[in-house]
């Protein structure tokens, strides 16, 4: 419908120096602020893995913060992972959550 936001899901993963960092954390609360839903986990590699789902100027917006991320952060990359993740409602709790590592 006209008038109405237009809403975006982006599977990422982000790597560099992110986890040990308080970089789950922060994605939590960054993506609660700006009205976001989906999950962050951290996997077994080193890298951090997040679905975000949301307006899409918000969700673009949170993705040029995760390249800065939280004070001891230092990211390398952010991958968008194109076709290979089917999200789920399931992947869409109201809240924005944090998922154990993988």
Request: hydrophobic letters at 35%.
């Amino acid at each position: 419908m006209a008038g109405e936001p237009e809403v975006m899901a982006l599977h990422l993963k982000i790597q560099g120096r992110v986890q040990r960092v308080w970089y789950r954390q922060w994605l939590v609360g960054e993506a609660r602020d700006r009205g976001i839903r989906g999950w962050v986990r951290n996997r077994s590699d080193g890298s951090v893995e997040a679905v975000l789902s949301g307006e899409m100027s918000a969700v673009r917006a949170l993705v040029q913060a995760c390249h800065q991320g939280p004070p001891k952060a230092q990211v390398s990359r952010i991958i968008q992972i194109p076709g290979e993740y089917r999200p789920t409602e399931d992947d869409f709790p109201d809240e924005f959550r944090q998922l154990p590592t993988l």
